[in-house]
């Protein structure tokens, strides 16, 4: 896949990577869920990034689902346990693809990590040792939804207002917590706010799910409102060692800039690499500077969290070893998610609260 700006054209690259920051939750939401006749689900285009080839496990019989279901809530604490990371990109089309999951298998992610006994929270709850949202002898999960594409949220218009499309994965996600009132709103949205083929905040035109320019900035305020973290990904998508430090800290610092104007004054912790590659110069993925040639305007970035694009369940926070600037993740591709759900009760090293 391809993604350009009027300026410029990445060709995508198999390679590895990612990123995250902080959310709020609201009470006044002027967008609500609607579980009404499905809007049609279209293939949209997500980031070239390799898959490592997640090993599955030899044999899983006494950690099954439903093992772990009737164990749910009354596990051993392990605050030095793995926690999953998974990665996210389309929410649609006909079958699962390399960066496209089908809203039947992300309904089945999410009822097969409730029943397991994970429960949500976002990359700066970590970050945060922030574990109240997880019920004691229970185990945290993250949701990470990389690069801003109409399919992870999306609105349709119902006799002049706005509603969020079920089919959309934010309205997938909204309905699962209908039905489980403990699932909370938390999530980790890694944004672009340049790209294109739908890729700018979630649809910048009416190719794009019917999506309207004017939605953009009024979904990513709704996610923060609501509990959702806001995550920086570069403006768009730009693989980020061929260009020179100039443009490494343009490209972030003006994806800041963007999460800024929707949610003025918000606080963007994490950082996911495009294609999980590092810039040239490593320390340019989690701080430095733009300044703004026609303004003189000086925009800084600081983040304290980079994610990578694999490498498997991530270190705990009170692990020694952790390290906030290389945060791994388990890539939504084929059965990995469950492979890996199964290694970690099998092996007995999830991480319990």
Known sequence: MTYRTNRTSIIVALALGAAGACGREGNGATVTSRTGALAQTRAGGAEGVASTGSSPVGSTTASSAGDIAKRAGRLDPNHLGRIPILEYHVIGGTKNALYTRTVESFRKDLEDVYARGYRPITVSQMLDKDFRDVPTGMSPVIFVFDDASAEQFSYIENNGSLEIDPTSGVGIWLDFKKAHPDWKNRATFCMLNGGAAGHNFFGDGPRWRGQHKQWRLQKVKWLADNGFELCGHTLWHAMLNKYSDAVVQEQIARNIMGIDSAVA???????????????????????????????????????????????????????????????????????????????????KTRFVW
């Open 265 to 347: 004054g918000y606080r963007v912790r994490t950082f996911a690499l495009p294609y999980g590659i590092w810039p040239k110069n490593r320390e340019l993925a989690w701080h430095g500077s733009w300044t703004n040639p026609k303004t003189g305007k000086t925009q800084s970035y600081s983040f304290d969290a980079v994610l990578e694009v694999s490498g498997g369940p991530a270190r705990s926070p009170f692990d020694p070893q952790f390290n906030p600037r290389s945060i791994t993740r388990i890539e939504a591709i084929g059965d990995d998610i469950k492979h890996q759900l199964d290694r970690l009760d099998a092996t």
